[in-house]
């Protein structure tokens, strides 16, 4: 079984920061790419950023130069650091990736952690 661990949600001010961390667990062979996602009320869930195995990173335009990817895919962790937080961050943010497991291939989530920015 695997797992998907988020943690480091919170509440914070417009222009504070919060740094997310994802730890993934159980039988996995390999990740191949891990991603956050986030969902604000009333919204559907989009991507906000993607680290591959080999470093590279992607991320939403609503995020760029505010929100940074990073960690060790291959130790099956990952972080989000925000900066420069506005309330329309407020948002369940999601941990997610593409992985390879005792089952097959996987795509796996985590349960989400809340953020939310106060104006």
């Known amino acids: 079984q695997v797992q998907l661990v988020e943690s480091g949600g919170g509440l914070v001010q417009a222009g504070g920061s919060l740094r997310l961390s994802c730890a993934a667990s159980g039988s996995i062979y390999s990740i191949s790419a891990m991603f956050w996602y986030r969902q604000a009320p009333g919204k559907q869930r989009e991507l906000v950023a993607r680290?591959?195995?080999?470093?590279?990173?992607n991320y939403a335009d609503s995020v760029k130069g505010r929100f940074t990817i990073s960690g060790a895919v291959a130790k099956n962790t990952v972080y989000l650091q925000m900066n420069s937080l506005k309330p329309e961050d407020t948002a369940v943010y999601y941990c997610n990736a593409d992985l390879l497991s005792g089952q097959g291939f996987l795509n796996a989530w985590g349960q989400g952690t809340l953020v939310t920015v106060s104006s």
């Open positions: 680290i591959t195995s080999d470093g590279s990173t």
